[in-house]
C-alpha cells in the first residue's frame, strides 16, 4: 500500500510515534519511537535508538502498529504491517542509516532499523471533530495549546 502524500505530510509535523509489537508471550508492547519516517513509497523506517523490547518482539512476530498524531490538530494515522529489522550488514542498511541520521543530526547512535511495509492505514482524528463537525483545524489547535499550557 501506498503512503499519499497527505499521510506523508502527517509524518513530517509528528514528533513522535507509538510502535506496537507483540512478545513471544502474546503480550502486547507499544514503545514511542522519536526517529521515524517514510521510505521509498509504502514503508515506514524507525531508528532502534534504545529498543531491545521492540527489536526482540519483531524478531518474533512481524506484525506490527504504529500510530502518530499532530497533537496540536489531533489528526494522524494508525497504519498496520509486517515489520522487520535491517542489521548494519544488510545492503540496504547503509541508505535508510544516511536517511535518519540526517534527523538524529548524529547525535543518537544505532545499530539496526525497524522497517514496517505496510498493509493497512486507517485515519485517526480527535472526538472533538465527531461530535462537533463544525470545529475547526484552528480552533482545535487554540483549544490543544490550552490543553497543554502551550
Known amino acids: ?7 506523508r505530510a502527517s509524518i513530517d509535523k509528528s514528533v513522535l510515534c507509538w510502535l506496537a509489537t507483540i512478545s513471544t508471550k502474546n503480550i502486547p508492547n507499544v514503545s514511542p519511537k522519536e526517529i ?3 521510505y521509498q513509497k ?5 531508528a532502534n535508538i534504545a529498543s531491545p523490547q521492540t527489536v526482540k518482539n519483531i524478531k518474533a512476530h512481524k506484525s506490527v ?5 499532530d497533537i496540536l490538530v489531533q489528526k494522524g494515522y494508525q497504519i498496520k504491517g509486517r515489520a522487520e529489522i535491517i542489521n548494519s550488514n544488510a545492503p540496504e542498511f547503509l541508505e535508510i542509516k544516511k ?3 540526517k534527523m538524529t543530526a ?3 547512535p544505532f545499530n539496526t532499523v525497524t522497517i514496517i511495509n505496510i498493509e493497512n492505514v ?7 471533530y465527531l461530535l462537533y463537525p463544525e470545529t475547526t483545524e484552528n480552533e482545535q489547535i487554540e483549544s490543544a495549546k490550552k490543553a497543554y499550557r502551550i
Open 122 to 128: 486507517k485515519p485517526i482524528i480527535a472526538p472533538r
Open 106 to 108: 548524529g547525535r543518537y
Open 42 to 46: 509504502d514503508k515506514i523506517i524507525i
Open 65 to 69: 502498529c504504529v500510530s502518530f498524531i
Open 1 to 7: 500500500m501506498e503512503l499519499t502524500k497527505e499521510i
Open 99 to 101: 536517511v535518519l541520521t
Open 36 to 38: 521515524f519516517t517514510y
